[in-house]
Nanobody
């Protein structure tokens, strides 16, 4: 059973920064695709940033230039650096991973149904 655990959420004022981390309980044979999603109550979960098996990255337009996704393979951890945060970034942030090492192109990297494993989420609140 693969478990993902997010950390690093919190409250910050607009313009501030937060760094999220997602630890993965299993070392996969090769890289899997991973991503960060977020959900605001009453809305669908949306893809924020994804990283494919080759290290390529994709971002939602709303976070481009402000968020950076990366992975620390030595620590089996997915990271999300968030800067210039805005109140509309307020959400519950989830990390996700695919079960397969099959490469996903950018059009599929932020699609929720491509992912097999999910964390419980960490809350990010940005005040104006």
């Amino acid at each position: 059973q693969v478990q993902l655990a997010e950390s690093g959420g919190g409250s910050v004022q607009a313009g501030g920064s937060l760094n999220l981390a997602c630890s993965v309980s299993k070392y996969f044979e090769g890289n899997v695709n991973m991503a960060w999603f977020r959900r605001v109550p009453g809305k669908q979960r949306e893809g924020v940033a994804g990283i494919d098996t080759l290290g390529g990255t994709t971002y939602a337009d709303s976070v481009k230039g402000r968020f950076t996704i990366s992975r620390d393979n030595a620590r089996n951890t997915l990271l999300l650096q968030m800067a210039h945060l805005r109140p509309d970034d307020t959400a519950l942030y989830y990390c996700a991973a695919t079960a397969s090492t099959r490469w996903l192109d950018w059009r599929r990297l932020l699609l929720e149904n491509e992912y097999n494993y999910w964390g419980q989420g960490t809350q990010v609140t940005v005040s104006s």
